[in-house]
């Protein structure tokens, strides 16, 4: 009993370790018969594995061969090479100190059209006459930099270029051109071109920009008698007048970067628009004062020609109603009455007068405050970015001296139409103070009598 129980737990343990296939053995005869196919099997499994390892090794062999006498291949090449440079640098140097010897005098020619070149390039490839003549100084720069002996063409080309500037600084020439406008767009315009001073077109001076070898209109054009070429385009005999920029188009670009006038006043900001409105003000009621008081006045000395039938259109003839009301009152009493309707007609002529005087007493002020707020803006831009760039500051500066010179501009004519208004004014007070003085003196002689 235990001999079969104890194969009974060896078959189970045989069974465990030989898988499914045990598993399927229903003896211990088919289970040996089942372990021994398997260990057949394994062992053949071995052996081609074996061989197939013996076969990669001997590739890799192969390739580690190959790449060996690679190596090998390119170190010989790289030591043939190498002495190759050797013998090409030797007989370089070799060849160098032959030309040397055969150049003789020609070394120095051939210095002097190098000098020559580059001193040439920079003057034509800046020069106005390259946007009618493009592409000359491709060839001075190839003969500046060159290190071969120059060939006779490339010698022409060199005194061409020389010839060609000498004698088109001297002439006026007109040629159809491509010009770049401000929004990148390109238009194709008739170019006259004055010596190497100017371009000029229908639209007013051009700029050559040797940078970007393209004839560029100026951002502004010069607002003063300097931007008018009509004249000398329009002409076609004889002389006309147009000014000629010697520094080819410096001073043109400094004169547009100049602001105009308008440019000027708006430099003054608020404190510059508020000024202005108390001109405006001053002079509107300048203007109406001194029609209302010439018409006054015109009146008045209508009147004075016929006092004795007094008219109410004018302050006199109403003080000379005044009085032919009241003929019979004693002279004090009349004085009285004559001073009371001079008085009521003092707020109808002195109406607006100092509102003026005011306009132009403030006027200097407000230019006063357009500089503190100026120099305070300064010194911001001083205390933020500092004094490296003046550019910043300008600004505020502009805005400081343009409100002041606004004031003073302001203030000067209101006082001017101030002096004239209240002087037209006194007239009127003194015709009406005399006539009244006039009439109390002849009352009071009639008291006397």
Known sequence: MKTIIKSAVITATLALTAGMSVASANTLDDLLKQVKADRVSEAKIDKAREQEFLSARADKQALLNKAQAELKAEKDRNARLTKQFADNETMLTTKEAELEAAKGDLGEMFGVVRRASGNAYGRIATSIVSAEYPGREAVLDKLANAKEIPVLSELEELWFALQTEMTESGKVSTFDAEVTMLDGGKANQSVTRVGSFNLLSDQGYLNYNDVQKQIQPLGKQPDTAVGDVAPFLDNTS??????????????????????????????GGTVGYVITAVLILGFLIAIERMVFLGAVGAKIKAQLKNTSQPKTNNPLGRMLTVYEENKDIDAESLELKLDEAILRETPKVERGINIIKIFAAIAPLLGLLGTVVGMIG????????????????????????????????????????????AGRAKTIFHILDEQSAG???????????
């Open 378 to 421: 300064t010194f911001q831009s001083i205390t933020l970015y500092g004094t490296g760039d003046p550019k910043i500051m300008a600004g505020d500066i502009s805005m400081a001296l343009v409100t002041t010179a606004m004031g003073l501009i302001a203030a000067l004519p209101l006082i001017l139409v101030h002096s004239i208004v």
């Open 439 to 449: 009439i109390v003196a002849s009352i009071a002689e009639k008291e006397k009598q």
């Open 238 to 267: 004889g002389y006309a007048p147009l000014f000629i920029d010697p520094s080819k188009g410096q001073i043109l670009k400094l004169e547009t970067q100049k602001a105009t006038w308008s440019e000027r006043y708006h430099q």
